[in-house]
């Protein structure tokens, strides 16, 4: 290969043991060379603006990310040697913030909250102040570009597909919820017959519902994403950020898949499911990224204790996840 964007790994599922299911798959996207999914996201939008011939030699890219995105980005820009700036919140985990740097993007850290009480207005309101300021900024726009969902659809739910061609149920994380639209355009065009799960965390504004204190990145918004568009989904999920936090500790002791909290947050949800599901039924859940970039918050017990309430029995037992599900997880309409 001659580049580190062209080692994109599409083909990596695993069996998730002790869910009491034979065939629920999880695809693990922390093998892409950025740690997750929005490597695919990142070459996407790029390549988007240069086949519009957007980007110049003295352009400067720019983007809002809770973490992902911006690491991802920062390394195709430094592959194709563009400026890039990321527009980061409190919320934005230290290490990806690290990761930026690394690999020579500038990083803009925003503390004020919006109307909803998150971070994502503010971070929108200085990427449109800059490109009123100065005309060689270029926003990648991951909320409204259509790049954003093309590109799940063309890979992402693509490889599903053709790992799994009768596919019943497949569980998406919601965050600008641009794998989730191109996994349900796709599938709702290729396959009819699967059934697309979103699952967001509660407090999200994303499916209608009153925005709410979140701390772990990722998935949920404070905002509703404009790609957005509920047609196609088959049911929509909230979950408590500690059900994730549980899920993701359950993860790593019983199958030693080290997940971060959007994976914790999915498989909760496709959990909570499971009564409604026959039990030869073939599931997926995407997998976002991995978890050695949370050991400093969802995997420290400080760092949940001081956020939390109520979790000492959990922390100590992971497995007590099961008996949450019913109360962390809320079960809203389909289209």
């Not at 922390?30 to 957007?54: H, M, V, W």
């Not at 563009?82 to 290490?95: K, L």
């Not at 790992?163 to 641009?178: I, S």
């Not at 019983?254 to 971060?260: A, E, I, P, Y």
Request: charged content about 20%.
């Amino acid at each position: 290969m001659n580049t580190i964007s062209q080692c994109v790994g599409d083909a990596n599922f695993i069996n998730v043991r002790g869910l009491g299911f034979d065939h629920i798959h999880m695809k693990l996207e922390s093998l892409n060379p950025a740690g997750s999914i929005k490597l695919k996201t990142a070459i996407g939008l790029i390549d988007f603006y240069e086949k519009k011939r957007e980007i110049h030699r003295d352009s400067i890219l720019i983007e809002s990310s809770s973490g992902n995105l911006g690491v991802a980005l920062s390394l195709i820009c430094a592959e194709r040697g563009y400026p890039f700036v990321c527009v980061v919140d409190p919320n934005t985990n230290i290490n990806n913030v690290k990761m930026m740097k690394v690999f020579g993007a500038t990083v803009i850290t925003v503390t004020e909250t919006d109307n909803n009480g998150g971070y994502l207005g503010t971070r929108i309101k200085y990427i449109r102040d800059k490109l009123n300021e100065d005309p060689r900024y270029i926003w990648m726009n991951q909320y409204s570009c259509p790049a954003n969902p093309e590109t799940h659809a063309a890979t992402t739910a693509k490889a599903i597909h053709r790992a799994f061609p009768k596919l019943d149920y497949l569980f998406v994380g919601a965050g600008t919820t641009g794998t989730l639209m191109g996994c349900s355009q796709y599938f709702h065009q290729h396959s009819p017959e699967t059934r697309i799960i979103a699952v967001d965390s509660q407090g999200s504004v994303t499916f209608g519902q009153p925005p709410g204190k979140r701390f772990i990145p990722g998935l949920g918004s404070s905002q509703m994403p404009p790609i957005f568009n509920n047609a196609h989904l088959h049911g929509r999920l909230l979950v408590d950020e500690r059900a994730a936090i549980g899920m993701c500790r359950w993860l790593a002791r019983s199958n030693g898949v080290l997940s971060g909290g959007s994976t914790g947050t999915v498989l909760a949800g496709f959990c909570s499911m499971a009564k409604q599901i026959n039990k030869e039924a073939t599931c997926v859940v995407i997998s976002p990224d991995a978890g050695e970039r949370y050991l400093d918050s969802i995997y420290s017990d400080e760092w949940v204790n001081t956020r939390f309430e109520g979790m000492h029995a959990l922390l100590n037992d992971p497995y007590r996840i099961f008996t949450m599900l019913d109360e962390t997880v809320i079960h809203l309409t389909g289209e």
